[in-house]
């Protein structure tokens, strides 16, 4: 009988080089998982490894490819440390453990909490636990929430990558130091603002004087910054979002968005009266009475294209 051994180390398993999660680590489980074939006589079909993925996400890659192999038959068994391993998430337990599985013909094992498919008995405590995996989840979503929501009252920053124009203090990644370079474009870049001069035509000056846009200046700084739009071209809406955006004063402005659920990734906008806007926590690179300027330019043209 062939057996498929899944691994899971994720985002929600904290303090990983503790002595409480070194036994959850992709070596340990698999060498549990390989231990525990061998004595039980499986053959091994393949491990799959998902690294940095919650047990709430559905898309894991290697959790995907493999329920495929699983439905085409390429094995019988799947070997887990634990359930929580294959998923926290309960519909997915009800999906696959109890119904999909014995519908493919797979057995589930969870080896250190007991749980067996083959089991019939055993089921009600396999919903117990996936009730208690989901809590897990939406407790440590909860706890993280109130942890950021109150560095961002406390005026720090919690983005991936600050701003163009700032990079992250080496010495605090919480507060934001000028970027002097980039600082530079974006002062340039309101000034031809407020002289007069049109967004379009900013951008192609800045495009024809090879300057590297945004995007690119973050790669070539080596941060790990994708963007499906970069682009060596200054765009009006990259030009239209320096102009807007007022943590050029020196007002921390974050909190724009949420998460509609712990199960989920989606992200939904919040209005402005919502988000969490703190002064004075870094240097400025544009003044007040210019960015105010600027603003009220913005509102001009709106009124004249009407």
């Known amino acids: 009988m062939k057996a498929a051994l899944y691994c899971r180390l994720s985002v929600e398993d904290e303090n990983r080089g503790s ?5 959850e680590s992709i ?3 698999q060498l549990l998982l390989l231990d525990y074939a061998k004595k039980h006589g499986y053959e091994l079909f393949a491990i799959y490894v998902d690294e940095d993925y919650s047990g709430l996400d559905s898309n894991r890659p290697a959790f995907v490819r493999m329920l495929a192999d699983a439905q085409a038959g390429y094995f019988q068994v799947i070997l887990c440390k634990t359930q929580s391993r294959f998923t926290r998430d ?6 696959y453990l109890h119904h999909l599985f014995p519908l493919w013909g797979i057995r589930f094992i969870g080896i250190v909490d007991g749980v ?9 405590a396999r919903q117990i636990t996936g009730l208690i995996n989901e809590w897990y989840c939406e407790d440590l979503s909860d706890n993280i929430r109130a942890v950021f929501q109150k560095k961002m009252q406390d005026g720090q920053f919690i983005g991936s990558f600050a701003c163009y124009g700032y990079k992250k203090d080496p010495a605090d990644h919480h507060h934001l130091v ?5 600082a530079k474009v974006v002062q340039r870049i309101y000034r031809l603002y407020l002289s007069g001069t049109g967004i379009t035509s900013i951008a192609r000056q800045l495009t024809s004087e090879q300057i590297p846009p945004p ?4 790669q070539m700084q080596g941060l790990k910054f994708r963007s499906p739009h970069s682009s060596f071209h200054w765009s009006v809406s990259t030009i239209k979002n320096i102009l807007k955006n007022p943590t050029y004063t020196g007002t921390l402005v974050q909190g724009k968005e949420k998460k509609i659920s712990y199960k989920s990734k989606k992200m939904i906008h919040l209005p402005p009266e919502c988000w969490i806007r703190i002064p004075g926590t870094h240097p ?3 003044s007040e009475e210019d ?4 603003q009220s330019q913005f509102q001009s043209n709106k009124r004249k294209k009407f």
């Open 19 to 23: 002595s409480k999660n070194i036994s």
């Open 27 to 29: 070596q340990n489980q």
């Open 90 to 95: 309960m519909e997915l337990v009800e999906r």
């Open 116 to 124: 067996d498919t083959a089991e019939r008995h055993n089921k009600k």
């Open 178 to 182: 000028i970027d002097e370079p980039a």
């Open 215 to 218: 995007s690119i200046y973050k």
């Open 284 to 286: 400025a690179i544009i």
């Open 291 to 294: 960015f105010k300027n600027v």
